[in-house]
């Protein structure tokens, strides 16, 4: 039994409506009018909804079948025989509050399509929808004419696992007089519990319901077949090597519009992209889970292999496309850029990529930070990639400063790892760049990248080996680990699991190392904590996540070594 959401104006109808019509007269109003209907008159009013409304001239077409429709409507068939006839209605709504399916009539109550505040005014469903609890609305209560002779009670639907609100039952009826619960409440409660259990009884994986069709889609055969659903994606080898980046993302986007439109699922493929696509949906219950897509190459012959992008590029999150379409819109003009970010983002990958092909000067301040005699003999036309300038000595940034002052427009591309405060030399430097610095997001940031940039990283299989995959729990940890190594690390599981893994299948949550195994850390780590784990997690991918020799090359013992990693796990 839920709470009930209802006020006090039920106790007290004539005064209310005495108070609703001034209202609509635009006349002060007398005192004890509850502030909650007080607020829904005013919000009918602000969303321009006429007191005087009448029924709609045209029923527009229902939303399609859906899977809360087809869980409620065997319940509700049983149930509005029990209503009898023209005493009251039965409405089913989605989360929308789009009607679904009626049943029943009573005096006063026109068919309506659509229960929303913003199309009717107040009313319970609506009330329900938002209080996530009953809610009931009398009389006067509603902002229409039409309902003024109306009472209606109204239960939330809520999905069985997420708690979500897929919809509202509601059953209104001839005004009711004395106090609540409306008469039928206790009904509409049994009904919303009866479509959750139907809902629940119905509900399968949707990860299994892709992969069947996945497996229905192949027959065993070497079939270009792509299963995906927006957040999942199954790829046979043959897609994989017929399918380019750009051509999964036009599928990602497909299958996410099939799934939130009732548009027909069509995949229009970039021009080059070598092959066609023959799209078919994937149902549950009548809801659209995802989309198969059978990959065929085009006429002109089977393409060769696709090129790779650099592994530490890929991604097609909203935070790295800006970032690599920001740094490549300032990399065009012969001006110096500054990419910054924490280490392993991909700052020095990202630099080749500008810089493109031919003769490239580099200089490493890592490696030695006095490059006082390197910066000054450098010929200003000629590009150059200056990594780790936080280690540069201040002699050097003085003499970059002033090469800056007398070069403005260097072809120059600078990476910068924060850290430690900077001197003033390297302010002036970096304030100097400001305008023209991009800051790559760390991995975190970007966790959706993650299943491209693990296709990307994994090493191309033996001829006749199957590709690195990934079971769904192992790609959630992956995707909950907080990687302050980012990419870089991402790419030492990557490399560790394909070198030293002897079993076959997918990769298992079970397989990754133990830090990543276990999710993020509780609590947030100091700068030394995170560059000591840093140099852990690096020991035990170095050694195939054997701990009594990552223990032996750091120095301490295995006990010490498991005591920090649960430690670093909160």
Not at 291 to 319: F, K, Y
Not at 369 to 394: I, V
Request: aromatic content about 2%; proline content about 9%.
């Amino acid at each position: 039994m839920t709470t009930t959401e209802t006020s006090r104006a039920v106790h007290a109808l004539p005064p209310l409506r005495v108070a609703r019509e001034r209202f609509l007269a635009g006349r002060p109003l007398p005192d004890g009018v509850p502030e909650e209907v007080l607020a829904a008159w005013r919000r009918a009013r602000f969303f321009g909804v006429p007191h005087d409304l009448k029924e709609p001239a045209a029923d527009p077409p229902r939303p399609v079948e859906s899977a809360l429709l087809g869980a409620a409507r065997p319940v509700l068939e049983r149930i509005a025989p029990a209503l009898g006839a023209g005493n009251s209605v039965l409405l089913l709504t989605d989360a929308r509050l789009r009607v679904l399916w009626t049943s029943g009539s009573t005096p006063g109550l026109a068919p309506c399509p659509g229960l929303s505040e913003q199309e009717v005014g107040h009313n319970s469903a609506a009330l329900a929808l938002r209080s996530r609890r009953r809610a009931e609305v009398h009389g006067p209560e509603h902002f229409l004419d039409v309902w003024q002779d109306v009472s209606a009670v109204s239960v939330p639907v809520l999905a069985p696992k997420s708690g979500q609100a897929l919809g509202t039952l509601t059953i209104a009826s001839h005004l009711c007089g004395g106090r609540p619960p409306h008469p039928q409440a206790a009904l509409a409660e049994a009904a919303a519990a009866s479509v959750e259990a139907a809902l629940l009884a119905r509900a399968g994986r949707p990860e299994q319901v892709l992969l069947d069709a996945y497996l229905r889609a192949t027959r065993g055969e070497r079939r270009a077949v792509a299963v995906l659903d927006g957040r999942n994606r199954l790829i046979s080898a043959a897609a994989e090597r017929l399918a380019t980046p750009e051509v999964l993302r036009v599928l990602e986007r497909t299958a996410m519009a099939a799934r939130h439109t009732d548009a027909p699922a069509i995949a229009e493929l970039p021009e080059g992209a070598g092959c066609s696509a023959r799209i078919d949906l994937v149902r549950q219950e009548g809801a659209i889970l995802g989309i198969v897509a059978v990959l065929e190459p085009q006429d002109e012959g089977t393409p060769g292999p696709r090129p790779r992008r650099l592994p530490c590029l890929a991604g097609s999150s909203l935070p790295w496309r800006y970032a690599v379409e920001r740094a490549a819109e300032l990399a065009r003009s012969p001006e110096p850029v500054l990419l910054t970010g924490e280490r392993g983002t991909g700052k020095t990958a990202l630099a080749r990529e500008l810089l493109g092909p031919g003769d490239l000067g580099l200089v490493d301040a890592a490696e030695d930070g006095g490059l006082e005699r390197d910066l000054a003999q450098w010929t200003a036309g000629s590009p150059l990639l200056l990594r780790h300038a936080e280690r540069l000595t201040q002699p050097a940034v003085a003499t970059l400063n002033s090469l800056l002052d007398t070069h403005p427009d260097a072809r120059l591309l600078i990476t910068h790892t924060p850290g430690t405060p900077p001197g003033p030399c390297l302010q002036r430097l970096l304030d100097k760049l400001a305008a023209r610095t991009v800051v790559l997001p760390p991995l975190r940031e970007r966790t959706e990248d993650i299943r491209e940039l693990l296709a990307a990283l994994a090493p191309r299989p033996a001829p006749g080996s199957p590709p690195l995959t990934w079971t769904l729990d192992a790609l959630r940890a992956l995707e909950q680990h907080p990687w302050p190594g980012n990419v870089t690390e991402l790419a030492h599981v990557v490399q560790a699991l394909a070198e030293h893994r002897r079993v076959s299948g997918p990769v298992r949550r079970g397989e990754l190392p133990d830090t990543v195994r276990a999710g993020a850390a509780a609590r947030p780590l100091s700068p030394m904590e995170h560059a000591e784990r840093a140099a852990i997690l690096e020991t035990l991918h170095r050694h195939g996540g054997n701990k009594s020799r990552a223990a032996a090359a750091l120095g301490i013992g295995r006990a010490t070594l498991y005591r920090k990693l649960r430690e670093y796990e909160g």
